[in-house]
């Protein structure tokens, strides 16, 4: 039989990432080995130069952050840490338990890096508990964090040895530096066990969508690889901008769902072309141009809805900003630039360590057809099938509307922790009702006569209002008397109505009564409750410029895309709609507490402030990954001569089971971070996980074909008078292969 010279797939239209396929397969080397060092650059750089994370107060906003800033200026860095001594059998003036107590005050005394120790019998017993059976060693360890984070484990050292020493009493350390050291430890642990479980889990899903270990092993490894190269780049890049505590659990979790993803579409296609018939280079140019191009939009459809982080107003989005869109580009740039290469180098021996009757499982699976049994149905009965899944997507979206942030307090923090179970017993000996509120006074001498007489006014009207504050309040003042610090009792437990009452009147009534007729004298109210509440207004001050930057962008590129302003706003709308059914998922299982024993938490009545916006720029993007890959196919049906409903269909079920295996590793790696101690990252993983669900299973197979065949020919609704918009070239339709 004589052979025809088989078609080039991508002759006609080279887009840049049928071009960058093609580089990668021609220097197979280069690709490869320059990935390899650019990695293990990043990683050793990032090791050398550290991450330089952002303090609480650069995290701040409003007057409370500038409150933060001012104190963490003004006054010398320190932690304070306390030591509890307890006992059930006798009490503190009983001369066994102050025979303890002088042990800890001694033995701290000769302690490197600890300084101030008091004992609890100074002023009165005030370090005494109400029950006489408890008593706190107060010291400090001077420095700022990082220094006390070092000077810390001496003092540890020392109480481990006393609770040694006198396993008759409870000795336990618990303040600043020690909590922080055990939380920070806690966070690696998590990251560990995320990383640990994360991987095996997604490589057996990947073993199933493929059938074959090799196969499964190229997308887990390319993901892997830019989750290290950012992680690593976050170590110069925190040099300029500081980062959260928790950003490479983040970088973990976008980098290994969205890496996995693009190089699962990509292997797939090239594993589909060589099946139709296609020989090598052909089938691997096939995919460059055509999963290769949905990779690189959808790349930078996650990168542009990420950079709304920016709008936000806070260090700390901007820090999640610059992570989550360098680990999404590096997803994206391996995928386009190094897997072309490892799949050319291994040819098909990509189909190596094939799994034993995994493939009559899956034909069997196959022709049951459910992807094709739903589509089917939906576009038979397209209104009551859009009605009822628009629906329920709104019912799950109304609690939302009742949604309450807070910033996180140490309520918030795992029990499971020695030293926050220390915290709490520390709270039950010396119970206090009242949550300190402080009035930060800057002037150029705090002490002079009208500073100091609008200090005792402020402190006298406190003290005449017994309903707000309670307690005494104390005045601290810097050294160069520039600062003063006052600290006033409040009533409620921070969160609550009667702190936010507490709020209210210090800073439109008392503040501005005493110190507004002052020239040069600012005062600025701080606090639990001032920073959660400052952070929220903040948040509800930017929301609407992320909220239209994203929109904008998502709409922008759309209607490039299909040249359609129906299928622009559908998508957005459709996109909004799992988002809010998500906020709605958020509210019910972690404000109302309906998974507390499913997830193993305890809830606070609250969502962390942080993570609506969050949630809502990673989710519309991710979104917009499966939406622009399907309706590409819809498009280019439609276009080769389908009706739109024919188009749909197709699209729907050829796409089914590369969406579904993505979507698949997509909810089981975020799960994983719903199963973490710490509640923030805890809540991302259940929202980001319910969304994804949502939008693989509704959205994708009942919403979309129902509206889609519901609109017909208006889906492709263009007005002549936009008819100069740019004409992005779709993907190519690939013609079969031919012997």
């Known amino acids: 039989m004589a052979h025809r010279t088989e078609r080039n797939p991508v002759a006609e239209t080279r887009n840049i990432a049928a071009r960058a396929g093609r580089w990668s397969a021609q220097n197979r080397k280069k690709a490869i080995f320059g990935w390899l060092a650019f990695v293990i650059a990043a990683l050793v750089i990032g090791g050398m130069v550290g991450t330089n994370q952002l303090d609480d107060q650069e995290s701040g906003v409003g007057e409370s952050g500038q409150a933060q800033r001012t104190l963490f200026d003004a006054f010398p860095k320190q932690a304070e840490e306390s030591v509890l001594v307890q006992s059930e059998r006798v009490e503190a003036s009983d001369p066994a ?22 004992g609890p019998y100074a002023g009165g017993a005030m370090g005494v508990s109400p029950d006489r059976r408890s008593a706190l060693v107060s010291f400090e360890i001077p420095g700022d964090a990082d220094k006390a984070d070092a000077l810390v484990d001496g003092a540890l050292a020392s109480v481990t040895d006393l609770a040694r020493a006198h396993p008759e009493f409870r000795v336990e350390q618990y303040g600043d530096a020690s909590s922080a050291k055990a939380l920070d430890g806690s966070v690696e642990k998590d990251f560990q066990k995320a990383e640990l479980t994360s991987l095996p889990l997604t490589l057996v899903i990947l073993l199933i969508a493929f059938g074959t270990l090799v196969a499964a092993g190229i997308p887990l490894l390319l993901a892997i690889s830019a989750v290290a190269a950012t992680i690593g780049m976050v170590g110069p890049l925190s040099q300029i901008v500081p980062v959260t505590e928790g950003i490479s659990s983040v970088i973990l979790l976008i980098g290994l769902a969205v890496g996995v993803d693009y190089s699962l579409f990509y292997v797939r296609r090239e594993r589909e072309e060589r099946v139709a018939g296609r020989g090598e280079e052909a089938a691997l140019e096939a995919a460059a141009a055509t999963s290769g191009r949905a990779v690189l939009i959808s790349g930078l459809t996650v990168m542009v809805a990420m950079a709304g982080m920016y709008l936000a107003g806070n260090p700390a989005f901007t820090s999640l900003a610059t992570g989550t869109i360098a680990v999404v580009a590096m997803a994206m740039i391996g995928s386009l630039t190094v897997l072309p290469a ?4 291994l040819g098909d021996r990509v189909e190596k360590g094939r799994v034993p009757l995994l493939g009559r499982v899956k034909a069997r699976i196959a022709r049951v057809g459910l992807w094709s049994r739903v589509v089917d149905r939906v576009l038979r009965r397209p209104l009551i099938s859009a009605l009822v899944s628009a629906g329920l997507l709104v019912a799950l979206a109304v609690p939302a509307l009742e949604m309450k942030t807070e910033i996180p307090g140490i309520e918030s923090l795992p029990r499971d922790l020695a030293v926050m179970q220390t915290y709490d017993r520390i709270q039950e000996a010396f119970p206090s009702e009242s949550v300190p509120q402080a009035v930060v006074v800057e002037a150029d001498d705090v002490t002079s006569g009208p500073v100091a007489s609008a200090i005792d006014e ?10 707000l504050f309670e307690g005494r309040a104390t005045v601290e003042v810097s050294e160069d008397r520039t600062v003063a610090s006052v600290s006033l009792p409040g009533a409620g437990d921070g969160t609550d109505d009667a702190s936010h009452e507490v709020l209210d009147a210090l ?6 009564a005493a110190f507004g007729s002052l020239a040069g004298v600012e ?3 701080t606090g639990e409750t001032a920073f ?22 998502a709409f922008l590129l759309l209607l490039v895309t299909f040249r359609s302003i129906v299928i622009a706003l559908k998508a957005i709308v459709l996109n909004l709609l799992s988002v809010g059914a998500a906020y709605g998922l958020l509210v019910l299982v972690f404000q109302k507490g309906w998974g507390e024993g499913l997830l193993g938490f305890e809830s606070n009545g609250a969502i962390m402030a942080w993570l609506p916006l969050f949630l809502f720029v990673v989710l519309f ?7 622009v890959f399907i309706l590409t196919r819809v498009r280019e049906a439609f276009d080769g001569g389908m009706s739109t409903e024919d188009a749909v269909s197709h699209a729907v079920k050829s796409t089914a089971g590369v969406v579904t295996s993505a979507a698949i590793v997509m909810v089981a790696v975020f799960s994983i971070f719903a199963t973490l101690s710490d509640l923030g990252v805890k809540q991302m993983g259940v929202g980001l996980a319910a969304a994804v669900l949502i939008d693989a299973t509704i959205i994708r ?36 292969a031919r012997a």
Not at 97 to 116: I, P, S, Y
Not at 507 to 512: A, K, S
Not at 704 to 730: F, Q, S, Y
């Open 342 to 345: 490892i799949l050319s180098k």
């Open 532 to 553: 959660t509440q400052d952070f929220n207004d903040s948040m509800v001050a930017h929301v609407p410029y992320v909220f239209a930057f994203v929109l904008s962008a």
């Open 701 to 736: 197979g009942v919403l979309l074909p129902a509206t889609m065949k519901l609109l017909g020919d208006w889906n492709w609704w263009l007005p002549k008078r936009l008819g100069w918009l740019p004409t992005v070239a779709r993907e190519p339709k690939v013609e079969p």
């Open 523 to 525: 005062a600025n109210v």
């Open 507 to 512: 800073r439109d009534d008392l503040v501005p």
């Open 621 to 627: 993007g991710l979104s917009m990954d499966y939406h």
């Open 97 to 118: 338990f102050r025979a303890v107590v002088a042990d800890v005050v001694a033995r701290l005394g000769d302690t490197e890096g600890v300084r101030n120790v008091e």
């Open 458 to 467: 402020l402190e006298a009207a406190a003290a005449g209002n017994e309903e």
